[in-house]
């Protein structure tokens, strides 16, 4: 028989991380956790995240939308301190991918990192442009740098974070 407990710990929000449900029953992960999120938009689903685990201790980095040295540096300081057990990193993929990427190198397992990269990139391989983009894997797409309709394909690159995208056919 399971327990509500254990059922608790199954249900998880969007991002893989405890529901409101969850810290309302204290069902929360052992340690701490950390949000890096990058930019303005990223802000409201971290300010939610972080309100929705109270009772667990919360290192939020804000930075900039873009992934840079600046951004590698701060990461890359917390991740070398010894703290807790989760990291979530909320943004554009962009920029979410180089940090998922630092944070396995300096470590970090992979169900320890919560990944919510809003919405879908596509890397264009026609003029090595990364945009974002709504389509999913199978469809089309207009490319706003070539202004080519260009087709959407799994698995991405994951230098560029961001899904395949090619030149459709004619």
């Known amino acids: 028989m399971t327990s509500v407990t254990a059922r608790s710990r199954a249900r998880k929000s969007r991002a893989g991380l405890p529901t409101r449900a969850d810290a309302a029953a ?81 470590g970090a397992v992979v169900d320890e990192v919560t990944v919510d990269e809003g919405d879908p990139h596509a890397y264009c391989v026609r003029c090595n442009a990364a945009h974002a983009t709504g389509a999913a894997p199978g469809s089309l797409a207009p490319c706003p740098t070539c202004a080519l309709d260009v087709g959407v394909y799994a698995p991405g690159s994951g230098m560029q974070a961001a899904y395949l995208a090619l030149v459709a056919p004619s």
Do not use: K, Q
């Open 26 to 106: 204290n069902v929360l992960p052992v340690g701490c956790l950390t949000i890096a999120s990058f930019g303005d938009a990223a802000y409201r689903p971290a300010h939610d995240l972080a309100e929705s685990v109270r009772g667990t201790r919360v290192d939020w980095l804000r930075l900039p939308p873009a992934w840079s040295a600046r951004s590698e540096d701060a990461l890359g300081r917390v991740l070398h301190a010894p703290r807790g057990s989760r990291l979530a990193l909320l943004g554009d993929g962009a920029a979410v991918g180089p940090a998922r990427s630092l944070a396995l190198a300096h």
